[in-house]
């Protein structure tokens, strides 16, 4: 499948992943992409709901992460990624 976006006003991140979902990436898969940051599970979670914004259908993603106060520097990031 190949998406074409046309993205004049920009895209917020949670909207973005709840068109993937929408469009078939199963939202396990991407829950499997969070555990493989080897975060800690309880400190995150993501939630998928179907929801109506008027008469449009849409998958709400809120990806939910418990903020904490550990510091990570550049090189850190770079190598959770």
Known sequence: M???LDLPSGLAGDMFL????????????LRDVFR?????????SIDVS??????????????RVKEGHAHRHLRHICQMI
Do not use: F, H
């Open 18 to 29: 709840g068109c993937l979902v929408d469009a078939g990436w199963p939202a396990d898969e």
């Open 36 to 44: 493989r940051l080897n975060l800690p599970s309880q400190e995150w």
């Open 50 to 63: 179907s929801v109506m914004k008027g008469p449009i259908r849409a998958t709400a993603v809120r990806p």
């Open 2 to 4: 190949i998406g074409y």
